[in-house]
């Protein structure tokens, strides 16, 4: 069963500052804190157009969509969830058994367990039972409050390879999350995925994304300047 959660990308970074300074992370520089409120807090922007500039506007404390310290906060605020999350739930455990020797007829073993998969602002959680899930799913929740990480709900979705003949409602931030159909495909990191392990609705997505298009690239002209 797993949960595919989405989160906004106007992620509000104002409780960063007092989140450094935590036992747990190596970012307790005074220098360095202040450096980061500087920059991002209490400034403004002007967007630049074909006519010149615009007004300045006062933008809202945070961190601006593709900013190049992104990936290095981001792994500082959102790292503590993940660790603790692979550490103190079970997930789906894979393993393998192959022979090592004809002869002897020895074999050996290989096994991984997954419970949690994350890039940036996309999110998978992974887990063997509902009851599994739900926990995960509050143990996040409580770290998003704490940390201040605003999620969109409407984003995230619930599926599950099992039968869902047993399947009871899980309240994800304060809204129910229907239960996914495992035929239907859904997206994660720009790929669609079902759990039937069936691929005709996904070409079939490929395939109408690809006409599109080609349909609007057929219409287009090439210009001297660009040849």
């Known amino acids: 069963m797993a949960a595919v959660s989405g989160y906004e990308q106007s992620l509000r970074f104002c409780k960063l500052?007092?989140?450094?300074?935590?036992?747990?992370?190596?970012?307790?520089t005074p220098s360095i804190i202040?450096?980061?409120?500087?920059?991002?807090?209490?400034?403004q922007n002007t967007v630049i157009t074909n006519l010149g500039l615009t007004s300045s506007y006062q933008?809202?404390?945070?961190?601006?969509?593709?900013?190049?310290?992104?990936?290095?906060?981001?792994?500082?605020?959102?790292?503590?969830?993940?660790?603790?999350i692979y550490s103190n739930s079970p997930g789906y455990t894979i393993e393998t058994t192959w022979i090592t020797n004809l002869k002897n007829n020895t074999t050996d073993k290989a096994k991984a367990k997954c419970s949690v998969?994350?890039?940036?602002?996309?999110?998978?959680?992974?887990?063997s039972s509902q009851a599994e899930?739900?926990?995960?799913?509050?143990?996040?929740?409580?770290?998003?409050?704490?940390?201040?990480?605003?999620?969109?709900?409407?984003?995230s979705i619930l599926t599950t390879n099992c039968k869902s003949t047993n399947y009871n409602p899980i309240i994800y931030n304060n809204q129910t999350l229907p239960l996914w159909p495992a035929d239907q495909p859904f997206k994660f990191?720009?790929?669609?995925?079902t759990l039937n392990n069936k691929q005709i609705k996904q070409t079939q997505l490929i395939i109408a994304e690809s006409s599109q298009?080609?349909?609007?690239?057929?219409?287009?002209?090439?210009?001297?300047?660009?040849?």
Do not use: H
């Open 133 to 155: 899930l739900a926990n995960t799913l509050s143990i996040a929740e409580s770290f998003y409050t704490m940390a201040n990480i605003q999620v969109n709900p409407s984003k």
């Open 117 to 127: 998969l994350a890039y940036m602002d996309d999110t998978l959680w992974i887990a």
């Open 17 to 28: 500052y007092s989140f450094l300074t935590l036992p747990f992370t190596p970012f307790t």
């Open 34 to 43: 202040n450096i980061l409120t500087n920059l991002l807090e209490d400034r």
């Open 189 to 193: 990191l720009g790929c669609q995925f």
């Open 59 to 84: 933008v809202q404390n945070g961190i601006d969509q593709g900013e190049t310290i992104t990936p290095l906060l981001w792994r500082i605020y959102y790292d503590p969830l993940i660790s603790y």
């Open 213 to 227: 298009l080609i349909n609007i690239a057929k219409t287009k002209r090439i210009t001297d300047t660009q040849a």
